[in-house]
């Protein structure tokens, strides 16, 4: 710990003894810390090592975080070194407390300590709801009990305090669908999202800083992007003339200046929250729906990149980036671009037959890129699951593949990235994905071997998961060994070192293309804009990468409480669903309410991906556990 910590470690030695060295005392401290902690001496938490008292090997100290399935102990002394514990294990310790622990042995768990003692303890808010006398918490579903929930009916959901459990609160009942949102939220800490707000005056633009900009309000820029997307990040234009690809994106960096209350607001956010039930931006609806978004017959600030394409050798021959004032002549749907690119054209005007005259050959260009590209990297056979609300109820699932018109502007967004990474140089703001390590592919292998796919080991790893995929496509099960394969692999993440791409199969990647939805494209922006990296750039990456994380845990309770509330108004009903956990009994819906996540009560073993048809036993719509029942 710093020097300046060394005053606090002294007056709270109950707190610090682990780290104080014994030797820097003087003979009268000596003895108040010897008397002061005779029961930990004598219960020989605190041992004698020659003329220092230091903490037994058996015993931790550190800082409890409680996450939904387990703890964490942050050593203090050693970071590396945190331990795991079992939420049954706390002994009344809550989340932030200072803690002493016994670390336990056993050898088939992971969990590796339990709470002796809470050292320093913080009052704190916790939400709990109410279920047979006792507050549980939502997070984590630890039993309170308490004589103060009396006043309370079953599922009344209330804001408490840690030590006396007394209401801060009141939030409203679990059999209110609307209190859902607010739920997940909470747990992840993002109800701010709703509360702080930032003036107008804020991103009023500097005439006297503006940019130099070329005008390409002429050329015919189109946005292609979901039926309900409201900030449009990105627009295209290909001039075929010339190979030259033209990319397009919102110049946000203009309007939010670095320090600002509006940029530190947006690092904390880190990126656009989209939940079923509504979008939560990372920057004010005026910029991101407005000002910022490349809406269709405004003229807008872009930053653009020029790419003049090799299409012998599949490659960026030369790029430019430049500040400019562009146009989005049109806006188009990708079921839209679907059809076009399908030759079933619909009615369509002269600036319509503009767009498509350069869209369908820009297509085929593309699709050589991609092929060219997944030499390198690899195209996991995944969609996204879009659930439908209405009146905060769960009525349907839609399911969004990757569709040709979806191809054709990741390809394209994907040779700005490219480009935007190369040009920041050796140290910058970098996406980047590491390898997955020997350990983690020769158990793939013995995985899909399992499931009667049959892989071996290859010369490397690229080699590797193309011929697990081929095999599998002769079994028709590619779409459950993909997500195999994805399992086996590390998460990507931001770093300001670049460390490559694995699953793209590039050397150098970055985010330049959606400033209006993620922090990490803002930064990269400044950095190419300026040439200079921020001070604190390694924070910047931490955060980010946490932070995204976070959003995904969240939207993923939200819909695991929307699928609850949906299998509860469903007890007995019939689904069908595939396994996806052995260990756990899990099955997962794959039909109708697809995603839908069920416990199997009566699991007798079944094969791993093997379907069935289960009957809904019963949901718990704090806990989000469904229990189902094999027929």
């Known amino acids: 710990m710093a020097k300046k910590n060394l005053r606090d470690r002294r007056a709270l030695l109950i707190i610090f003894f682990s780290f104080l060295p014994f030797v820097e005392l003087k003979s009268q401290q000596k003895e108040t810390f010897i008397s002061y902690n005779e029961n930990y001496i004598k219960d020989e938490i605190i041992v004698k090592n020659g003329e220092d008292f230091e903490i037994n090997s058996k015993y931790k100290i550190g800082v409890l975080k409680i996450e939904k399935n387990f703890a964490i102990l942050e050593d203090l002394v050693n970071p590396i070194k945190n331990i795991k514990l079992e939420l049954d294990a706390l002994n009344g310790a809550f989340n ?58 079953n599922g009344d959901v209330l804001i408490i305090d840690n030590k006396e459990f007394k209401e801060i609160k009141f939030i409203g009942n679990l059999n209110d669908a609307k209190i859902d949102e607010f739920i997940s939220l909470y747990i992840y800490e993002e109800l701010y999202r709703d509360e702080e707000k930032i003036e107008v005056d804020e991103f009023v633009e500097d005439e006297s800083k503006k940019e130099t900009r070329v005008d390409l309000r002429d050329l015919p820029f189109c946005t292609i992007d979901p039926n309900s997307a409201k900030d449009h990040d990105d627009a295209i234009f290909f001039d075929k003339e010339n190979s030259t690809l033209f990319v397009a994106i919102a110049d946000v960096s203009h309007f939010v200046k670095e320090g600002s209350k509006l940029d530190v607001l947006a690092f904390k956010k ?50 430019e980036l430049f500040c400019a004032t562009i146009k989005n002549h049109r806006n188009f749907s990708y079921g839209r671009i679907d059809r076009v690119l399908e030759n079933k054209l619909d009615q369509y005007n002269e600036n319509e037959k503009r767009i498509f005259d350069y869209l369908l050959p820009l297509y085929e260009i593309t699709k050589k890129f991609r092929d060219d590209r997944l030499k390198k990297g690899y195209d996991f056979r995944t969609s996204e699951n879009r659930l439908k609300l209405k009146n905060s109820l769960l009525e349907n699932i839609e399911v969004e593949k990757s569709t040709a018109s979806h191809q054709l502007i990741e ?21 980047i994905h590491e390898e997955p390590n020997f350990k983690a592919i020769s158990k793939l292998i013995d995985d899909v071997n399992i499931l009667g796919v049959k892989a071996k080991l290859k010369d490397n790893v690229h080699e590797t998961i193309s011929h697990i995929q081929e095999e599998s496509n002769k079994l028709f099960l ?62 910047i990456c931490t955060h980010i ?14 819909e695991d409480r929307k699928y609850a509330r949906w299998a509860k108004d469903n007890i007995g009903g019939e689904i069908k669903v595939k396994i996806v956990d052995m260990e756990r009994a899990k099955g997962v819906c794959y039909e109708n309410m697809i995603g839908l996540k069920v416990t199997i009560e009566n699991y007798k073993g079944q094969k791993l991906f093997s379907k069935h048809k289960v009957k809904i036993v019963s949901s718990n719509l704090a806990t989000k556990l469904i229990v189902a029942k094999l027929l």
């Not at 939940?275 to 000002?291: A, Q, V």
């Not at 990468?545 to 939200?558: A, M, P, Y």
């Open 545 to 558: 990468s946490e932070q995204e994380r976070k959003i995904d845990k969240l939207v993923w309770d939200f």
């Open 270 to 319: 880190s990126s656009t929250i989209y939940l079923p039930s509504r979008t939560l931006p990372m920057l004010p609806s005026i910029l991101s729906e407005n000002l910022c978004s490349l809406k269709e017959n405004e003229d807008r600030y872009a930053y653009v990149f020029k790419l003049k394409l090799d299409i012998k050798n599949l490659k960026v021959q030369h790029s």
């Open 411 to 431: 390809e394209c967004m994907l040779l700005a990235n490219i480009e935007a990474s190369k040009k920041v140089g050796a140290l910058g703001i970098f996406r």
């Open 96 to 153: 932030n407390d200072l803690i002493l622990a016994k670390r336990v042995f056993n050898p088939r768990s992971k969990i590796k300590a339990k709470v002796i003692k809470v050292l320093e303890g913080k009052k704190a808010e916790i939400l709990v709801y109410v279920e047979d006398g006792s507050f549980f918490t939502l997070k984590e579903n630890i039993e309170l009990p308490s004589k103060n929930t009396k006043t309370y009916e």
């Open 478 to 539: 590619r779409d459950e060994i993909d997500e195999l394969v994805i399992q086996s692999l590390t998460q990507a993440k931001y770093s300001s070192k670049n460390l490559g791409h694995f699953g793209l199969g590039f050397k150098s990647y970055s985010h330049f293309t959606s400033p209006i939805r993620r922090y990490s494209d803002l930064v990269l922006h400044r950095i190419l804009k300026t040439k200079k990296l921020p001070k604190n750039i390694d924070d």
